[in-house]
């Protein structure tokens, strides 16, 4: 089973690399993008022994404990049970 | 509108932060998680005045260009048109 794990910066954080991506862009002439915000992306393979309610709740524990900071990130789990 | 962008390695290429998560994972106890790839994710936000066909093919010419690296990483582009 693969679950996909999206972890963003809160909007009320700022986002300096998200910012310089903008600036880069827009320099090398790309027009009409408003805004950049850089996040991470994380797929995770889980034993298939696992009930998609087991996976689940293991992955948002990894998510909240390990991989995203929750003070100053969002994080989002969406599992392919099919894969 | 709203674009995000998923960024992953093409699955031939070895992820070395990927691995260094799964077994720091494990080594703290989580159990059952066959393989980690990390990624990086992207959410842009587009001027208004763009048509959907328009701001999706300026995000895939700028994944292309600028955020991923067409030899070693795969992106995948998606369109919030509603936001």
Redesign the interface.
């Known amino acids: 089973m693969k679950a996909k794990i999206?972890?963003?910066l809160k909007p009320s954080v700022l986002d300096p690399q998200?910012k310089a991506?903008h600036h880069?862009?827009e320099t090398?002439g790309?027009h009409?993008?408003?805004?950049?915000?850089?996040?991470?992306?994380?797929?995770?393979?889980?034993?298939d022994?696992?009930s998609p309610e087991e996976?689940r709740a293991?992955i948002e524990?990894?998510a909240r404990d390990?991989?995203a900071n929750p003070i100053i990130e969002d994080f989002r789990v969406e599992l392919d049970s099919d894969s």
């Open positions: 999206y972890v963003t998200g991506i880069a862009v090398i790309y009409g993008i408003k805004d950049v915000r850089q996040g991470k992306y994380f797929e995770v393979t889980i034993e022994s696992f996976a293991e524990r990894m390990v991989l």
